[in-house]
């Protein structure tokens, strides 16, 4: 097999075996290139010791010199350059205590997560797969090398990566290695919420989210995202739901683009379900208020996975706006512009669409009809330069001021009420008709 390595990766291989060390390409970006795809990083795996290969390059960084890894600056380009290593006992379930530098290939492979990222390349010797890495990449499985219980106790989190994986690839995982995970999923537990914010992620944004299904299924739910297990079996007995809400999660998930702020939004808009719940006499289910109880939950569990100021606060808008319903016209439109953000409305406009995706086909073209005409006019507005924003008023404090208003909370009412005149009729915003209506309020 041959694959076309980077000229970068060339240069730094083919620099390494020319001073006499062994050099390969080595894990995700050999995986990837088998199946086809784009390797988002290069990694290369060498018998030189770290200071051995700062000696041959001109500039480098002691990125993880204690586990033997130097990155190598090529230009812009940065490549991680490690020794072949066997690493000593795992004392916090993450990393090990100590690590043993070695000049065996398979030795540096062995302590891999699994055989699919345990193979090797360079183009003098072609593909190392010492653990039958290609042959889980033909039969589309998820397999530890060696022993799993042994690997997931090594590193937690690999529990948690098997997953990933697995919906990145759409690979299920092998039997043993399940069991291994269900297992020791609770020593979840003892990794850092940065890494478990990553995983989760990249599980979200992967183009299978319902594995987190499977997330569930093996324990690791009832770990990282408790919030999840209590949707399970939460029926929605409403015409407008036929799933209960795990199942309609899952499909809202797959219903919108891959992107971090969309997923996420999705994973979170129904958690405040379960605590909302109440039946009728007639037995059917409501939710009431579930959008700002969902809209909690998001942030705490957010907050629990230590991301972004921004993030915390896009997401949960978007959770709080999720089911706000309104008839689509050119005012109401305007008026949600201002309420949710010029900026998030068409976030909002698919995440609406998402939900409206997953539910029962009751009334199911008629909303989505709906949405697409938001879209319209939202675009129209955006064309027209329509006021939707005190920004945009023709008139400002300033003005108001000039015409005797005082600074303070009047002013900003009157800016407010202003606001709600012009978008009502974008007619409106034009400076002498605004203060022609103060003067009016004002009795002037």
Request: aromatic letters at 6%; glycine letters at 4%.
């Amino acid at each position: 097999m041959k694959i076309a390595l980077p000229r970068k990766v060339l240069m730094i291989i083919n620099n390494l075996q020319l001073h006499g060390y062994e050099a390969f390409a080595v894990g995700g970006c050999v995986r990837d290139s088998i199946l086809a795809r784009r390797p988002e990083d290069w990694d290369i795996t060498t018998s030189a010791k770290p200071e051995e290969i700062k000696k041959l390059f001109r500039k480098t960084v002691d990125t993880g010199i204690e586990h033997g890894t130097v990155t190598v600056l090529l230009g812009k380009d940065s490549f991680e350059v490690t020794t072949y290593r066997i690493d000593g006992a795992y004392e916090d379930s993450r990393h090990p205590k100590e690590v043993k530098f070695t000049n065996r290939l398979e030795e540096d492979l062995r302590r891999r997560d699994f055989t699919i990222n345990a193979m090797a390349y360079n183009d003098e010797v072609r593909l190392v797969d010492v653990f039958g890495g290609m042959q889980d990449l033909n039969h589309h499985r998820i397999r530890c090398v060696g022993d799993p219980e042994e690997r997931f106790s090594e590193d937690a989190l690999r529990i948690l990566r098997a997953v990933r994986f697995s919906a990145q690839l759409n690979f299920p995982i092998e039997p043993n290695t399940a069991r291994a995970v269900k297992k020791l999923a609770p020593t979840l537990k003892k990794i850092s919420a940065e890494r478990i914010r990553t995983e989760l992620v990249k599980l979200l944004v992967s183009p299978h989210p319902e594995r987190i299904q499977d997330a569930f299924e093996l324990g690791i739910t009832r770990v990282i995202l408790p919030e999840w297990d209590a949707m399970v079996g939460v029926e929605q007995h409403t015409p407008h739901h036929k799933y209960d809400v795990a199942e309609h999660t899952i499909r809202a998930l797959k219903n919108v683009k891959r992107d971090k702020i969309l997923r996420l939004t999705m994973l979170f808009h129904d958690m405040g379900k379960p605590a909302m719940k109440t039946t009728d006499e007639k037995g059917q289910d409501h939710f009431k208020g579930h959008a700002l109880v969902s809209e909690e939950i998001a942030r705490k569990i957010l907050r629990r996975l230590k991301f972004d100021n921004d993030t915390v606060k896009t997401v949960t808008r978007l959770v709080c706006y999720h089911d706000y319903r309104i008839e689509a016209t050119p005012q109401n439109v305007r008026r949600a512009m201002n309420r949710i953000g010029v900026e998030l409305f068409p976030y909002y406009l698919a995440v609406r669409m998402a939900d409206v995706k997953a539910q029962s086909p009751y009334r199911k073209r008629e909303k989505i009809e709906n949405i697409v005409e938001m879209r319209r006019l939202y675009q129209e507005a955006l064309l027209k330069d329509q006021c939707v924003t005190l920004r945009q008023l023709a008139v400002s404090g300033k003005d108001l001021m000039q015409l005797g208003m005082k600074p303070g909370r009047e002013l900003g009412s009157m800016l407010s009420e202003l606001l709600e005149y012009v978008i009502d009729d974008p007619e409106r915003n034009d400076r002498d008709t605004l203060c022609k209506y103060v003067k009016e309020k004002l009795g002037l």
